[in-house]
């Protein structure tokens, strides 16, 4: 039986072994697989499991096709969005990742749609939402 996510994204990130730390540290993500690159300095293939879901990630090579990682500043066209039990997970959440050098998009607030709701910009690009329900 297939034990792999039914739908899981993957982040292009450099470098990818201090995004995995990153995502250690701020998400509390565990480390599935990880498959270094034949060159030796980069990160071909990382599973990590966060909060119980997938994400799955390497380092850029351009070489092999058109993925990048994004660039400091610019708009992005894809978030990652995680739900927690409790609001008090995404305030910790939002502030453990803004301590290791996160960018706060939108600080833990309590939203109109009813969650506890906060969006930031980790240090390598990437847009993450993170939900809660206020009654928690």
């Not at 690159?37 to 092999?64: K, Q, T, W």
């Not at 996160?102 to 993170?130: C, I, Q, Y």
Request: proline share 8%; aromatic share 10%; hydrophobic share 40%.
């Amino acid at each position: 039986m297939n034990d792999r996510p039914k739908v899981a994204p993957y982040l292009t990130v450099s470098p990818a072994s201090a995004a995995i730390a990153y995502y250690a540290n701020v998400f509390r993500a565990t480390q599935k697989a990880l498959m270094p690159s034949m060159d030796g300095l980069r990160i071909m293939h990382c599973e990590l499991s966060i909060n119980g879901g997938a994400v799955m990630l390497s380092d850029a090579f351009p070489e092999y096709g058109q993925a990048r990682s994004p660039l400091p500043g610019e708009p992005v066209t894809m978030s990652v969005s995680l739900e927690f039990a409790t609001r008090d997970e995404v305030d910790e959440t939002f502030n453990r990742a803004t301590s290791f050098g996160g960018k706060g998009e939108m600080g833990p607030t309590n939203s109109f749609w009813g969650t506890r709701f906060a969006v930031l910009r980790d240090p390598f690009g990437h847009r993450w939402m993170l939900n809660a329900p206020l009654a928690s």
